[in-house]
């Protein structure tokens, strides 16, 4: 949970994003959060089919493993 906020609280790795109107930024945000939410909820999904099977990691990252 806490890894999350964090993520959610740092910058992102993006092009900058000017809008003139506040409810363009808040639907920003409300975007970026829906997708970090997605995100954590489809690596615990794949975290929990991994237990199930006995599967400690998944070489699919560029550092070989996904744990």
């Given at each position: 949970?806490?890894?999350?906020?964090?993520?959610?609280?740092?910058?992102?790795e993006?092009?900058?994003?000017?809008?003139?109107?506040?409810?363009?930024?808040?639907?920003?945000?409300?975007?970026?959060?829906?997708?970090?939410?997605?995100?954590?909820?489809?690596?615990?999904?794949?975290?929990?089919?991994?237990s199930?099977?006995?599967?400690?990691?998944?070489?699919?990252l560029?550092?070989?493993?996904?744990?």
């Amino acid at each position: 949970m806490e890894k999350r906020h964090a993520l959610f609280k740092t910058e992102l790795e993006v092009a900058p994003v000017y809008l003139k109107k506040p409810r363009r930024a808040a639907g920003l945000v409300h975007a970026v959060f829906l997708a970090m939410t997605l995100d954590a909820l489809i690596e615990r999904t794949l975290r929990q089919g991994m237990s199930q099977h006995g599967i400690e990691a998944l070489p699919i990252l560029p550092e070989g493993t996904f744990a």
